[in-house]
């Protein structure tokens, strides 16, 4: 597998996140936040799992604080399948 390296040329500059699954309302939030490991598939670079916390969750999504200059937001949704417990 080739390794990737992105590098932002813009501060602004983001890729999408394929396995995000849309913005919707959280139905519980975690507070404290919960220790997981999340599984992100960014459009450039591919899967990457990242350790961080569960925020929230609504159905089967949950809310994944991700602190990344690759994503615009603070934080995505993501489907329980690509979210495990620390």
Do not use: F
């Amino acid at each position: 597998m080739v390794e990737r390296r992105w590098r932002p040329s813009k501060p602004w500059d983001a890729q999408s996140i394929t396995n995000d699954v849309g913005a919707r309302v959280p139905e519980h939030t975690l507070s404290p936040p919960v220790p997981i490991v999340a599984r992100v598939v960014w459009a450039v670079d591919g899967e990457e799992n990242i350790d961080t916390v569960a925020l929230g969750w609504a159905g089967q999504a949950v809310y994944v604080r991700l602190a990344d200059a690759r994503c615009r937001t603070n934080a995505i949704w993501l489907d329980g399948a690509d979210v495990q417990r620390r």
